[in-house]
């Protein structure tokens, strides 16, 4: 039975649902597919970045032309960006007639909802919203959205992505072995690995992390605490944020404790660079080899609990 994924779009005070049927088939791209089509001229972030995720499984050309009625027609030609139409049943993914007061949706938020990616990217790639935005509504709308003026949103702009869309937009087709290509395809399998694994790694942290619950005084604050095991991935500690995030306790949770990868001890850090932990406050204890002269980390030898959590309510300013 086909799944319906419904975008709610408010026109004049009331709700219209779309529907776009996708493919009860995982991945969602069974068939492999001839080419991939989007727009001429100048290149965007949302079309660069939704023809690299296609790549990962896909190694085909790119062109870069208005689609012709048989590209529109043929299910085994990607349409990105162009074309005027959304049908995923023909894997054609453009927005530019969804109306001007939909939620922001570009090709690679069309792209990703088809994979049955996109809940996942929105929740773990805050960048993606901000790209969205960007696209959908231009520089101005998007700085005023992040409660900023213009010309800061500007000086965010990176010479790799303008380098990399700039070489892009140059060529009307793009190939399998020409750098652009290959590229496109890295940062496509990165994304796509990045998204698909990491709740696999989350729901894997959660079986051993411990919240710890330590009082100096009269305050009382809490920590993340993840033993060292060998069920865990070497990159298991990146998961700790994400993961108080689920357990909605941003703002409990001070400082995140895991195994130091560069040796048998521990790291302790700041969760969301809380000022009221300052480790430099425990930098001459003999045990502790590392403190940043910021006091956002530090790192001990120590692998015992009490000791830990000792070496936090050091840290910790009342």
């Known amino acids: 039975m086909l799944k319906f994924v419904a975008f709610v779009i408010r026109v004049q005070n009331r709700f219209t649902i ?5 493919s009860p088939c995982s991945p969602r791209l069974p068939d492999m597919i001839s080419s991939i089509v989007t727009h001429p001229g100048g290149a965007h972030k949302d079309d660069f970045l939704a023809c690299s995720v296609l ?3 896909n190694p085909v050309s790119i062109f870069r032309r208005e689609p012709s009625t048989a590209d529109l027609a043929d299910p085994n030609v990607v349409v990105l960006d162009v074309g005027g139409e959304h049908a995923t ?3 054609n993914f453009d927005h530019h007639q969804f109306p001007r007061d939909l939620v922001p949706t570009c090709a690679l938020s069309l792209v990703l ?10 929740e773990f790639c805050p960048w993606l919203e901000v790209a969205e935005w960007f696209d959908c509504r231009g ?3 998007t700085a005023e959205w992040l409660q900023m003026d213009r010309d800061t949103l500007g000086k965010l702009n990176s010479p790799i992505d303008i380098t990399l869309l700039k070489n892009f937009a140059r060529k009307t087709e793009h190939h399998p072995g020409e750098p652009i290509w290959e590229v496109m395809r890295m940062i496509g399998s990165d994304l796509v690995e990045f998204i698909t694994t990491l709740r696999n790694r989350i729901d894997l942290v959660a079986q051993h992390v411990e919240v710890w619950v330590l009082t100096k005084g009269q305050v009382e604050f809490k920590a993340l605490f993840l033993p060292r095991s060998d069920l865990l991935p070497e990159d298991a500690s990146g998961v700790l944020g994400y993961h108080v995030v689920a357990l909605g306790l941003e703002d409990e949770i001070l400082a995140l404790v895991s195994p130091d990868s560069r040796g048998t001890g521990y790291g302790m ?3 969301n660079d809380d000022p009221r932990m300052d480790f430099t406050r425990v930098g ?3 045990d502790v080899h590392f403190a940043h002269a910021r ?7 120590s692998d015992e609990v009490a000791r830990l959590k000792a070496l936090l309510l050091q840290s910790y300013l009342e």
């Open 18 to 22: 779309f529907h776009s049927t996708f």
């Open 55 to 57: 790549l990962k499984e």
């Open 89 to 91: 049943e023909r894997r």
């Open 113 to 122: 909802q088809y994979l049955e990616l996109y809940e996942d990217a929105r």
């Open 139 to 141: 520089p101005k709308d």
């Open 269 to 271: 850090r700041r969760f």
């Open 284 to 286: 001459d204890e003999q």
């Open 295 to 301: 006091g956002f980390i530090a790192k001990t030898s």
